[in-house]
């Protein structure tokens, strides 16, 4: 399975499967969590081996309806990456609330070093 595939599951289980890569669709129903891969930490050895586990930045979003609510699955997200086995993860910075002037939606977003199975 790829560090993708597990993410989603993880944060899938938060919103009743509505965990999408990337964007939701249009007619997504909230709450849901957008995530996105928003960068990494490459490895490479001089001896020119490939290492064993590889690094990545993600970025996983919340959006709500309410602020209350986006807050609180935020707080869900960072527990559930912390407690997760697939993968070794680190905080990195506290949630940034957001809003989207367009849909009225309520967001929570955070960014998570995830070290994985190459």
């Known amino acids: 399975m790829t560090v993708e595939a597990d993410l989603h599951d993880v944060l899938a289980a938060l ?7 990337d964007v939701a669709p249009e007619d997504a129903v909230t709450p849901y969590i957008v995530y996105q891969q ?12 490939l290492p064993s586990k590889k690094n990545g930045r993600f970025q996983a979003a919340v959006w709500a309806a309410t602020r ?3 807050a609180a699955i935020g707080l869900q997200i960072e527990n559930a990456m912390l407690l ?17 002037s367009e849909t009225k939606l309520r967001g929570s977003r955070q960014d998570f070093s995830i070290w994985s199975d190459r």
């Open 38 to 49: 928003v960068g990494g930490t490459p490895i490479s050895f001089v001896e020119r081996a």
């Open 15 to 21: 919103v009743d499967g509505r965990a999408y890569p």
């Open 68 to 70: 209350k609510e986006a």
């Open 84 to 100: 997760a086995t697939e993968f070794q993860v680190e905080v990195i910075g506290g949630q940034i609330a957001d809003y989207d």
